[in-house]
């Protein structure tokens, strides 16, 4: 599983509750309902920038819905990714 985020690289993924059903790049804090309980062992995982997959589109394409869960890291994503006309 490759997760987009603000640059290229590997990254620490959590993994919480029963057969790791949620996860996310940050950790959460210690009053998540649990979560932070349920803390399965991290795992390394390839992230992407945005721009690289706005880059893989082709130009005679419009891209009208991009649809993605970052996890928190959107806004940082998004402004890493720049404008593209």
């Given at each position: 599983?490759?997760?987009?985020?603000?640059?290229?690289?590997?990254?620490?993924?959590?993994?919480?509750?029963?057969?790791?059903?949620?996860?996310?790049?940050?950790?959460?804090?210690?009053?998540?309902?649990?979560?932070?309980?349920?803390?399965?062992?991290?795992?390394?995982?390839?992230?992407?920038?945005?721009?690289?997959?706005?880059?893989?589109?082709?130009?005679?394409?419009?891209?009208?819905?991009?649809?993605?869960?970052m996890?928190?890291f959107?806004?940082?994503?998004?402004?890493?990714?720049?404008?593209?006309?």
């Amino acid at each position: 599983m490759t997760q987009v985020s603000d640059g290229d690289g590997l990254a620490m993924m959590n993994v919480f509750n029963t057969h790791g059903v949620s996860s996310s790049l940050s950790k959460p804090p210690d009053d998540t309902g649990g979560c932070a309980n349920n803390r399965r062992p991290a795992q390394v995982v390839p992230v992407v920038a945005l721009s690289r997959v706005l880059a893989a589109v082709p130009a005679n394409v419009s891209l009208w819905l991009l649809k993605t869960d970052m996890q928190g890291f959107d806004g940082s994503a998004l402004a890493s990714a720049g404008a593209r006309q």
